[in-house]
Protein backbone atom coordinates (compact mmCIF):
# COMPACT_ATOMS: atom_id res chain seq x y z
CA UNK A 1 0.00 0.00 0.00
CA UNK A 2 1.28 3.36 -0.94
CA UNK A 3 1.59 6.37 1.68
CA UNK A 4 -1.17 8.91 1.45
CA UNK A 5 -1.09 11.32 -1.31
CA UNK A 6 -0.27 14.77 -0.44
CA UNK A 7 -3.92 16.26 -0.43
CA UNK A 8 -3.73 20.09 -1.67
CA UNK A 9 -7.47 20.02 -2.05
CA UNK A 10 -8.31 18.54 1.06
CA UNK A 11 -6.11 19.99 3.48
CA UNK A 12 -3.72 22.91 3.59
CA UNK A 13 -0.94 20.71 1.91
CA UNK A 14 1.69 22.95 -0.33
CA UNK A 15 4.70 22.04 -1.45
CA UNK A 16 7.65 22.73 0.89
CA UNK A 17 9.68 26.32 0.08
CA UNK A 18 12.76 25.93 -2.00
CA UNK A 19 15.18 27.14 -0.21
CA UNK A 20 16.01 25.80 3.57
CA UNK A 21 15.99 28.12 6.62
CA UNK A 22 19.16 28.87 7.83
CA UNK A 23 18.72 30.04 11.52
CA UNK A 24 21.89 30.78 12.41
CA UNK A 25 23.30 33.15 9.28
CA UNK A 26 19.32 34.56 8.62
CA UNK A 27 19.03 35.83 12.79
CA UNK A 28 22.24 37.78 12.04
CA UNK A 29 20.67 39.07 8.94
CA UNK A 30 17.48 39.81 10.88
CA UNK A 31 19.33 41.87 13.35
CA UNK A 32 21.31 43.42 11.24
CA UNK A 33 18.59 44.86 8.86
CA UNK A 34 16.55 45.58 12.20
CA UNK A 35 18.83 47.58 13.12
CA UNK A 36 19.34 50.06 9.84
CA UNK A 37 15.59 50.17 9.81
CA UNK A 38 15.60 51.08 13.85
CA UNK A 39 18.02 54.02 12.52
CA UNK A 40 16.21 54.87 9.30
CA UNK A 41 12.92 55.24 11.42
CA UNK A 42 14.27 57.26 14.05
CA UNK A 43 16.08 59.74 11.54
CA UNK A 44 12.59 59.91 9.54
CA UNK A 45 10.81 60.98 13.20
CA UNK A 46 13.34 63.17 14.08
CA UNK A 47 13.11 64.36 10.35
CA UNK A 48 9.34 65.58 11.35
CA UNK A 49 10.17 67.01 15.08
CA UNK A 50 13.17 69.07 13.62
CA UNK A 51 11.06 70.12 10.14
CA UNK A 52 8.07 71.42 13.15
CA UNK A 53 10.93 73.34 15.06
CA UNK A 54 12.12 74.74 12.21
CA UNK A 55 8.61 76.07 10.88
CA UNK A 56 7.53 77.16 14.52
CA UNK A 57 10.56 79.39 14.55
CA UNK A 58 10.08 80.46 11.15
CA UNK A 59 6.69 81.16 12.25
CA UNK A 60 7.90 83.38 15.21
CA UNK A 61 10.26 85.24 13.72
CA UNK A 62 8.34 86.27 10.51
CA UNK A 63 5.06 87.36 12.69
CA UNK A 64 7.79 89.92 14.44
CA UNK A 65 9.38 93.22 13.52
CA UNK A 66 11.40 95.42 15.74
CA UNK A 67 12.07 99.35 15.10
CA UNK A 68 14.84 101.32 16.69
CA UNK A 69 13.53 104.87 17.32
CA UNK A 70 15.72 107.83 16.97
CA UNK A 71 14.07 110.78 18.58
CA UNK A 72 13.77 114.22 17.38
CA UNK A 73 16.03 117.03 19.11
CA UNK A 74 13.15 118.34 21.35
CA UNK A 75 12.32 114.95 22.15
CA UNK A 76 12.48 112.41 24.71
CA UNK A 77 13.03 108.59 23.26
CA UNK A 78 9.85 107.49 25.37
CA UNK A 79 7.91 109.44 23.22
CA UNK A 80 9.32 108.93 20.31
CA UNK A 81 8.98 105.20 20.83
CA UNK A 82 5.30 105.88 22.08
CA UNK A 83 5.03 107.76 19.04
CA UNK A 84 5.98 105.22 16.21
CA UNK A 85 3.96 102.34 18.33
CA UNK A 86 0.88 104.46 17.57
CA UNK A 87 1.50 105.00 13.90
CA UNK A 88 2.69 101.51 13.28
CA UNK A 89 -0.18 100.57 14.54
CA UNK A 90 -2.64 101.75 12.19
CA UNK A 91 -0.58 99.89 9.39
CA UNK A 92 -2.55 97.36 6.97
CA UNK A 93 -1.18 93.79 8.71
CA UNK A 94 0.37 94.73 12.03
CA UNK A 95 -1.60 92.89 14.65
CA UNK A 96 -0.12 94.85 17.51
CA UNK A 97 2.78 97.60 18.26
CA UNK A 98 4.33 98.39 21.75
CA UNK A 99 7.14 100.63 22.61
CA UNK A 100 9.11 98.48 24.82
CA UNK A 101 9.89 100.09 28.28
CA UNK A 102 13.30 101.33 29.41
CA UNK A 103 12.85 98.55 32.42
CA UNK A 104 12.23 95.33 29.83
CA UNK A 105 15.20 96.70 27.61
CA UNK A 106 17.64 96.94 30.42
CA UNK A 107 16.30 93.36 31.17
CA UNK A 108 16.91 92.23 28.11
CA UNK A 109 20.77 93.67 27.95
CA UNK A 110 20.97 93.09 31.54
CA UNK A 111 22.94 89.44 30.82
CA UNK A 112 25.47 90.93 28.45
CA UNK A 113 26.42 93.83 30.22
CA UNK A 114 25.59 93.55 33.87
CA UNK A 115 24.03 96.17 36.27
CA UNK A 116 26.56 98.63 36.86
CA UNK A 117 27.34 99.70 33.24
CA UNK A 118 23.32 99.89 32.05
CA UNK A 119 22.63 103.34 34.27
CA UNK A 120 25.64 104.99 32.14
CA UNK A 121 24.17 103.42 28.49
CA UNK A 122 22.34 105.07 25.87
CA UNK A 123 19.41 102.06 25.87
CA UNK A 124 17.95 101.81 22.15
CA UNK A 125 14.13 103.18 22.52
CA UNK A 126 12.35 99.91 20.68
CA UNK A 127 8.99 99.15 19.02
CA UNK A 128 7.77 95.95 18.91
CA UNK A 129 5.70 94.78 16.12
CA UNK A 130 3.14 91.91 16.14
CA UNK A 131 2.44 91.08 12.74
CA UNK A 132 -1.19 89.73 11.47
CA UNK A 133 -0.19 85.89 10.62
CA UNK A 134 -2.39 85.52 7.50
CA UNK A 135 -1.52 89.13 6.26
CA UNK A 136 1.21 90.74 7.88
CA UNK A 137 2.65 94.09 6.67
CA UNK A 138 6.45 93.95 5.27
CA UNK A 139 9.59 95.72 6.40
CA UNK A 140 8.88 98.82 3.46
CA UNK A 141 5.18 99.21 4.90
CA UNK A 142 6.21 100.27 8.42
CA UNK A 143 9.10 102.29 6.98
CA UNK A 144 6.66 104.52 5.35
CA UNK A 145 4.16 104.81 8.33
CA UNK A 146 7.63 105.70 9.88
CA UNK A 147 8.25 108.14 7.55
CA UNK A 148 4.87 109.66 7.45
CA UNK A 149 4.86 110.30 10.80
CA UNK A 150 8.04 111.87 10.56
CA UNK A 151 9.92 109.62 12.95
CA UNK A 152 13.75 108.52 12.08
CA UNK A 153 13.54 104.45 12.62
CA UNK A 154 15.44 101.68 11.09
CA UNK A 155 13.05 98.75 10.83
CA UNK A 156 14.51 95.10 11.54
CA UNK A 157 12.35 91.79 10.13
CA UNK A 158 14.67 89.48 11.47
CA UNK A 159 15.11 88.25 8.03
CA UNK A 160 18.93 87.87 8.66
CA UNK A 161 17.50 85.18 11.55
CA UNK A 162 15.17 83.82 9.54
CA UNK A 163 17.36 82.76 6.44
CA UNK A 164 19.59 81.54 8.91
CA UNK A 165 16.67 79.56 10.65
CA UNK A 166 15.72 78.38 6.96
CA UNK A 167 19.64 77.39 5.86
CA UNK A 168 19.25 75.44 9.32
CA UNK A 169 15.82 73.74 8.97
CA UNK A 170 16.72 72.74 5.30
CA UNK A 171 19.99 71.01 6.35
CA UNK A 172 18.56 68.93 8.73
CA UNK A 173 15.76 68.09 6.32
CA UNK A 174 18.76 66.95 3.83
CA UNK A 175 20.62 65.74 6.27
CA UNK A 176 17.86 63.30 7.57
CA UNK A 177 16.82 62.53 3.89
CA UNK A 178 20.77 61.65 3.42
CA UNK A 179 20.40 59.32 6.52
CA UNK A 180 17.53 57.53 5.26
CA UNK A 181 19.08 56.98 1.95
CA UNK A 182 21.91 55.60 3.55
CA UNK A 183 20.27 53.55 5.44
CA UNK A 184 18.18 52.03 2.62
CA UNK A 185 21.55 51.47 0.50
CA UNK A 186 23.36 49.70 3.74
CA UNK A 187 20.59 47.43 3.79
CA UNK A 188 20.23 46.96 0.03
CA UNK A 189 23.83 46.24 0.31
CA UNK A 190 23.86 43.48 3.37
CA UNK A 191 20.94 41.75 1.75
CA UNK A 192 22.97 41.98 -1.87
CA UNK A 193 26.25 40.36 0.03
CA UNK A 194 23.37 37.74 2.18
CA UNK A 195 21.63 36.51 -1.27
CA UNK A 196 25.49 35.99 -2.71
CA UNK A 197 26.28 34.03 0.66
CA UNK A 198 22.79 32.55 0.29
CA UNK A 199 23.99 31.58 -3.47
CA UNK A 200 27.10 30.32 -2.34
CA UNK A 201 25.50 28.57 0.67
CA UNK A 202 22.89 26.93 -1.52
CA UNK A 203 24.85 26.45 -4.73
CA UNK A 204 23.09 22.86 -5.13
CA UNK A 205 19.42 24.28 -4.96
CA UNK A 206 20.48 26.52 -7.69
CA UNK A 207 21.85 24.14 -9.97
CA UNK A 208 19.24 21.65 -9.74
CA UNK A 209 16.55 23.92 -10.67
CA UNK A 210 18.87 25.62 -13.35
CA UNK A 211 19.55 22.11 -14.60
CA UNK A 212 15.56 21.02 -14.02
CA UNK A 213 14.41 23.59 -16.86
CA UNK A 214 14.25 26.76 -14.25
CA UNK A 215 14.23 29.89 -15.52
CA UNK A 216 16.49 32.87 -14.21
CA UNK A 217 12.99 35.00 -13.56
CA UNK A 218 11.79 31.68 -11.31
CA UNK A 219 15.17 31.11 -9.19
CA UNK A 220 15.72 34.47 -8.45
CA UNK A 221 11.78 34.75 -7.58
CA UNK A 222 12.88 31.77 -4.78
CA UNK A 223 15.69 34.35 -3.40
CA UNK A 224 14.00 37.48 -3.92
CA UNK A 225 10.85 35.98 -2.06
CA UNK A 226 13.03 35.04 1.05
CA UNK A 227 14.80 37.92 1.68
CA UNK A 228 11.73 40.05 0.81
CA UNK A 229 10.11 38.00 3.71
CA UNK A 230 13.23 38.07 6.05
CA UNK A 231 13.29 42.22 5.80
CA UNK A 232 10.17 42.83 6.31
CA UNK A 233 10.10 41.01 9.63
CA UNK A 234 13.21 42.75 10.26
CA UNK A 235 12.05 46.08 9.24
CA UNK A 236 8.86 45.45 11.18
CA UNK A 237 11.07 44.63 14.04
CA UNK A 238 13.20 48.32 13.80
CA UNK A 239 10.06 50.35 13.30
CA UNK A 240 8.46 49.15 16.93
CA UNK A 241 11.81 49.60 18.42
CA UNK A 242 11.98 53.06 17.04
CA UNK A 243 8.44 54.22 17.34
CA UNK A 244 8.84 52.72 21.33
CA UNK A 245 12.15 55.15 21.93
CA UNK A 246 10.63 57.89 20.36
CA UNK A 247 7.67 57.71 22.32
CA UNK A 248 9.74 57.09 25.63
CA UNK A 249 11.85 60.36 24.46
CA UNK A 250 8.55 62.49 23.94
CA UNK A 251 7.34 61.23 27.32
CA UNK A 252 10.68 61.81 29.05
CA UNK A 253 10.63 65.20 27.10
CA UNK A 254 7.38 66.52 28.89
CA UNK A 255 5.68 65.03 26.02
CA UNK A 256 6.52 68.15 24.29
CA UNK A 257 8.85 65.97 22.02
CA UNK A 258 12.48 64.89 22.60
CA UNK A 259 12.42 68.42 24.28
CA UNK A 260 11.60 71.87 23.74
CA UNK A 261 13.93 72.60 21.06
CA UNK A 262 12.65 68.89 18.90
CA UNK A 263 8.61 69.08 19.30
CA UNK A 264 6.94 65.79 18.18
CA UNK A 265 3.68 64.53 17.88
CA UNK A 266 2.21 61.54 18.63
CA UNK A 267 1.17 61.54 14.73
CA UNK A 268 4.70 61.32 14.08
CA UNK A 269 5.11 58.03 14.95
CA UNK A 270 3.36 56.55 11.77
CA UNK A 271 6.10 57.58 9.99
CA UNK A 272 7.80 54.22 10.90
CA UNK A 273 4.99 52.60 9.25
CA UNK A 274 6.12 52.09 5.87
CA UNK A 275 9.36 50.19 6.84
CA UNK A 276 8.58 47.06 6.55
CA UNK A 277 6.90 47.42 2.86
CA UNK A 278 10.35 49.71 2.18
CA UNK A 279 12.34 47.34 3.70
CA UNK A 280 11.05 44.32 1.84
CA UNK A 281 11.21 46.10 -1.31
CA UNK A 282 14.82 47.55 -0.97
CA UNK A 283 15.69 43.42 -0.20
CA UNK A 284 13.71 42.15 -2.85
CA UNK A 285 15.04 44.28 -5.68
CA UNK A 286 18.76 43.58 -3.91
CA UNK A 287 17.83 39.99 -3.76
CA UNK A 288 16.73 39.98 -7.72
CA UNK A 289 19.27 41.92 -9.33
CA UNK A 290 22.30 39.97 -7.43
CA UNK A 291 20.50 36.43 -8.38
CA UNK A 292 20.24 37.53 -12.67
CA UNK A 293 23.76 38.75 -12.21
CA UNK A 294 24.99 35.72 -10.91
CA UNK A 295 22.74 33.64 -13.03
CA UNK A 296 23.42 35.67 -16.04
CA UNK A 297 27.57 33.86 -15.82
CA UNK A 298 26.34 30.57 -15.76
CA UNK A 299 25.93 28.34 -19.22
CA UNK B 1 2.71 5.97 -16.10
CA UNK B 2 1.01 8.95 -16.77
CA UNK B 3 2.58 11.59 -16.28
CA UNK B 4 1.95 14.75 -17.93
CA UNK B 5 4.48 16.97 -19.95
CA UNK B 6 5.35 20.21 -19.76
CA UNK B 7 3.57 23.10 -18.34
CA UNK B 8 0.95 24.91 -20.56
CA UNK B 9 3.18 28.06 -20.68
CA UNK B 10 5.95 26.15 -22.10
CA UNK B 11 6.48 27.24 -25.58
CA UNK B 12 5.68 24.03 -27.94
CA UNK B 13 8.81 22.03 -29.17
CA UNK B 14 10.19 22.70 -32.46
CA UNK B 15 9.25 20.24 -34.86
CA UNK B 16 12.17 17.90 -35.28
CA UNK B 17 12.75 15.06 -37.06
CA UNK B 18 16.31 14.19 -37.02
CA UNK B 19 18.83 12.97 -34.67
CA UNK B 20 17.93 14.38 -31.19
CA UNK B 21 21.61 14.74 -29.96
CA UNK B 22 24.36 15.48 -32.77
CA UNK B 23 28.00 16.49 -32.06
CA UNK B 24 30.07 17.64 -34.95
CA UNK B 25 33.61 18.05 -33.93
CA UNK B 26 33.31 18.72 -31.13
CA UNK B 27 36.44 19.90 -28.39
CA UNK B 28 36.40 20.50 -24.63
CA UNK B 29 38.64 21.88 -22.33
CA UNK B 30 38.48 23.67 -18.87
CA UNK B 31 40.55 26.92 -18.96
CA UNK B 32 43.70 26.63 -20.34
CA UNK B 33 44.19 22.41 -19.33
CA UNK B 34 44.49 20.24 -22.59
CA UNK B 35 40.58 19.10 -23.76
CA UNK B 36 39.11 16.42 -22.25
CA UNK B 37 36.95 15.83 -25.20
CA UNK B 38 38.54 15.83 -28.68
CA UNK B 39 36.86 15.77 -32.12
CA UNK B 40 33.47 14.04 -30.57
CA UNK B 41 30.99 13.34 -33.06
CA UNK B 42 28.02 11.13 -33.18
CA UNK B 43 24.47 11.38 -33.42
CA UNK B 44 21.14 10.04 -31.13
CA UNK B 45 18.58 8.98 -33.17
CA UNK B 46 14.89 9.55 -31.84
CA UNK B 47 13.62 6.87 -29.20
CA UNK B 48 17.46 5.01 -29.54
CA UNK B 49 19.14 3.43 -26.43
CA UNK B 50 22.55 3.84 -25.98
CA UNK B 51 25.70 3.11 -23.18
CA UNK B 52 28.35 5.84 -22.83
CA UNK B 53 31.31 3.60 -21.67
CA UNK B 54 35.03 4.33 -20.85
CA UNK B 55 37.69 4.44 -18.48
CA UNK B 56 37.22 7.00 -15.35
CA UNK B 57 38.32 10.36 -16.63
CA UNK B 58 37.44 9.36 -20.23
CA UNK B 59 34.86 12.39 -20.13
CA UNK B 60 31.66 10.87 -19.78
CA UNK B 61 30.04 13.42 -17.68
CA UNK B 62 31.13 15.91 -19.69
CA UNK B 63 29.78 14.54 -22.44
CA UNK B 64 26.59 14.23 -20.56
CA UNK B 65 27.47 17.83 -19.22
CA UNK B 66 27.45 19.22 -22.51
CA UNK B 67 24.24 17.90 -23.58
CA UNK B 68 22.40 19.04 -20.48
CA UNK B 69 23.58 22.11 -21.02
CA UNK B 70 26.01 22.83 -18.07
CA UNK B 71 28.74 23.56 -20.31
CA UNK B 72 29.52 24.80 -23.63
CA UNK B 73 32.01 23.17 -25.63
CA UNK B 74 35.16 25.00 -26.44
CA UNK B 75 34.78 24.03 -30.05
CA UNK B 76 32.79 22.17 -32.58
CA UNK B 77 28.87 21.93 -32.83
CA UNK B 78 26.23 20.88 -30.61
CA UNK B 79 22.86 20.16 -31.67
CA UNK B 80 19.94 19.50 -29.57
CA UNK B 81 16.41 18.28 -30.88
CA UNK B 82 17.55 20.24 -34.25
CA UNK B 83 18.89 23.18 -32.81
CA UNK B 84 22.45 24.50 -32.23
CA UNK B 85 22.33 25.51 -29.12
CA UNK B 86 25.11 28.02 -29.70
CA UNK B 87 23.04 30.30 -31.59
CA UNK B 88 19.71 30.00 -28.99
CA UNK B 89 19.17 32.76 -26.38
CA UNK B 90 19.51 32.49 -23.36
CA UNK B 91 16.11 32.97 -22.48
CA UNK B 92 15.57 29.78 -24.69
CA UNK B 93 17.41 27.07 -22.82
CA UNK B 94 15.10 26.91 -20.04
CA UNK B 95 12.85 25.31 -22.53
CA UNK B 96 15.18 22.74 -23.66
CA UNK B 97 16.26 21.61 -20.52
CA UNK B 98 12.71 20.85 -19.65
CA UNK B 99 13.10 18.05 -22.82
CA UNK B 100 16.15 16.52 -20.77
CA UNK B 101 15.74 14.41 -17.76
CA UNK B 102 19.38 13.69 -16.06
CA UNK B 103 20.10 11.38 -13.21
CA UNK B 104 23.64 12.51 -11.79
CA UNK B 105 26.11 10.62 -10.41
CA UNK B 106 25.88 12.08 -7.05
CA UNK B 107 21.72 12.22 -7.62
CA UNK B 108 21.52 15.87 -6.59
CA UNK B 109 18.44 15.12 -3.85
CA UNK B 110 17.47 18.28 -2.21
CA UNK B 111 17.94 17.31 1.42
CA UNK B 112 15.25 19.89 2.63
CA UNK B 113 12.07 18.40 0.48
CA UNK B 114 10.10 15.21 0.99
CA UNK B 115 10.83 12.40 -1.95
CA UNK B 116 7.65 13.60 -3.22
CA UNK B 117 8.54 16.82 -3.76
CA UNK B 118 11.82 15.93 -5.01
CA UNK B 119 10.33 14.16 -7.29
CA UNK B 120 7.70 16.97 -8.19
CA UNK B 121 10.10 19.73 -8.61
CA UNK B 122 10.67 19.54 -12.41
CA UNK B 123 6.62 20.03 -12.66
CA UNK B 124 6.99 22.85 -10.37
CA UNK B 125 9.68 24.72 -11.74
CA UNK B 126 7.71 24.12 -15.12
CA UNK B 127 4.58 26.10 -13.42
CA UNK B 128 2.46 23.49 -13.02
CA UNK B 129 0.46 23.81 -10.05
CA UNK B 130 0.24 21.13 -7.40
CA UNK B 131 -3.10 20.24 -7.72
CA UNK B 132 -2.14 19.32 -11.26
CA UNK B 133 0.66 17.35 -10.64
CA UNK B 134 -0.37 15.26 -7.72
CA UNK B 135 -1.60 12.23 -8.81
CA UNK B 136 0.82 11.76 -11.52
CA UNK B 137 4.21 12.32 -9.10
CA UNK B 138 2.36 9.47 -6.86
CA UNK B 139 1.89 7.37 -9.61
CA UNK B 140 5.27 7.98 -10.99
CA UNK B 141 6.93 7.28 -7.35
CA UNK B 142 4.71 3.87 -7.06
CA UNK B 143 6.08 2.68 -10.51
CA UNK B 144 9.60 2.91 -9.15
CA UNK B 145 8.60 1.50 -5.77
CA UNK B 146 9.05 4.47 -3.58
CA UNK B 147 4.87 4.21 -3.14
CA UNK B 148 5.40 4.04 0.45
CA UNK B 149 8.14 6.56 0.85
CA UNK B 150 7.11 9.26 -0.63
CA UNK B 151 7.10 11.52 2.81
CA UNK B 152 10.72 10.67 3.28
CA UNK B 153 13.41 13.15 3.27
CA UNK B 154 16.23 11.71 0.76
CA UNK B 155 18.91 11.18 4.08
CA UNK B 156 16.79 8.99 5.36
CA UNK B 157 16.78 6.79 2.20
CA UNK B 158 19.02 4.22 1.03
CA UNK B 159 21.27 3.94 -2.20
CA UNK B 160 18.67 2.05 -3.91
CA UNK B 161 15.87 4.64 -3.21
CA UNK B 162 17.97 7.41 -3.84
CA UNK B 163 18.76 6.23 -7.38
CA UNK B 164 15.26 5.45 -7.89
CA UNK B 165 14.01 8.93 -6.87
CA UNK B 166 16.40 10.55 -9.07
CA UNK B 167 15.38 8.27 -11.95
CA UNK B 168 11.37 9.74 -10.81
CA UNK B 169 12.81 13.53 -11.03
CA UNK B 170 14.80 12.89 -14.32
CA UNK B 171 11.14 11.43 -16.13
CA UNK B 172 8.36 12.99 -14.46
CA UNK B 173 7.92 15.89 -17.14
CA UNK B 174 8.19 12.79 -19.96
CA UNK B 175 11.53 14.25 -21.43
CA UNK B 176 12.37 13.43 -25.06
CA UNK B 177 15.86 12.80 -23.81
CA UNK B 178 17.07 10.93 -20.79
CA UNK B 179 20.91 10.79 -20.16
CA UNK B 180 22.04 8.90 -16.51
CA UNK B 181 25.09 9.38 -15.00
CA UNK B 182 26.73 5.85 -13.92
CA UNK B 183 22.78 4.97 -12.37
CA UNK B 184 24.02 1.81 -11.13
CA UNK B 185 27.10 2.92 -9.95
CA UNK B 186 26.16 3.06 -6.49
CA UNK B 187 23.66 -0.11 -6.11
CA UNK B 188 24.43 -3.61 -5.95
CA UNK B 189 23.80 -6.05 -9.03
CA UNK B 190 20.56 -6.97 -8.75
CA UNK B 191 19.08 -2.89 -7.68
CA UNK B 192 21.41 -2.08 -11.25
CA UNK B 193 19.61 -5.43 -13.30
CA UNK B 194 16.12 -3.50 -11.74
CA UNK B 195 17.10 0.25 -12.61
CA UNK B 196 17.93 -0.87 -16.24
CA UNK B 197 15.09 -2.49 -16.75
CA UNK B 198 13.28 1.03 -15.57
CA UNK B 199 15.01 2.90 -18.18
CA UNK B 200 14.34 0.21 -20.73
CA UNK B 201 10.82 0.54 -20.59
CA UNK B 202 10.98 4.32 -20.27
CA UNK B 203 12.75 3.87 -23.46
CA UNK B 204 9.67 1.67 -25.12
CA UNK B 205 7.62 4.39 -23.89
CA UNK B 206 9.61 6.47 -26.55
CA UNK B 207 12.59 8.29 -24.84
CA UNK B 208 15.97 8.64 -25.91
CA UNK B 209 18.08 7.37 -23.60
CA UNK B 210 21.76 7.25 -22.97
CA UNK B 211 23.66 5.72 -19.85
CA UNK B 212 26.85 6.69 -18.96
CA UNK B 213 28.23 3.50 -17.65
CA UNK B 214 31.54 1.87 -16.66
CA UNK B 215 29.72 -1.61 -15.48
CA UNK B 216 30.81 -3.74 -18.50
CA UNK B 217 29.00 -6.27 -17.07
CA UNK B 218 25.88 -4.23 -17.06
CA UNK B 219 26.08 -3.04 -20.87
CA UNK B 220 27.05 -6.31 -22.36
CA UNK B 221 24.48 -7.90 -20.80
CA UNK B 222 21.70 -5.24 -22.44
CA UNK B 223 22.88 -6.08 -25.87
CA UNK B 224 22.53 -2.24 -26.42
CA UNK B 225 24.66 -0.36 -28.74
CA UNK B 226 27.85 1.49 -27.24
CA UNK B 227 29.53 4.80 -27.32
CA UNK B 228 33.27 4.42 -26.06
CA UNK B 229 34.88 7.03 -25.07
CA UNK B 230 39.37 7.05 -24.45
CA UNK B 231 40.93 9.69 -23.51
CA UNK B 232 38.74 11.82 -25.01
CA UNK B 233 38.12 10.68 -28.24
CA UNK B 234 35.37 8.65 -29.03
CA UNK B 235 36.46 5.43 -30.74
CA UNK B 236 34.15 3.10 -30.58
CA UNK B 237 30.70 3.11 -31.87
CA UNK B 238 29.50 -0.71 -31.41
CA UNK B 239 26.33 -1.56 -32.44
CA UNK B 240 24.60 1.66 -33.24
CA UNK B 241 21.99 2.44 -35.53
CA UNK B 242 23.73 3.13 -38.96
Not at chain 1, 118 to 141: E, G, K, R, W
Not at chain 2, 180 to 197: C, K
Not at chain 2, 208 to 230: F, K, N, Y
Amino acid sequence: MSAPVPSPAGGRWKPAPLLPRDDARETALLFVIAVLCFLACLAAVTALASDRAAQGWSREIRGEATVQVRPALNETGSAAAARAAEALAGVPGVAEAAALEREKAEALLRPWLGDAVLDDLPVPHLVTVTLDPVTPASSQDLRAALRRAGIDGVVDDHGRWLKDVERSAALVRVAALALFALMAAAAGAVIAFATRAGMAARRDVVEVLHLTGAKDDFIAAVFQGRFARLAAEAGLYGALAAAAVAAILKLAGGGGGFGPALPMHWADLAAVSPCPLVAATVAAVAARMTTLRLLRGTP
Amino acid sequence: MSSKAAAPSEPPPSPSTGPVVRFETVGLRYGREPEVLKDVGFTLAPGSFHFLTGASGAGKSSLLKLIYLALKPSRGRVELFGQDVERLPRADLPFLRRRIGVVFQEFRLLDHLSAFDNAALPLRVAGQKPAAYRDDVAELLAWVGLGKRMHAMPPTLSGGEKQRLAIARAVVGRPELLLADEPTGNVDHEMGLRILRLLVELNRLGTTVLIASHDQELVRGSGMPVLHLEKGRLTRREGAPA
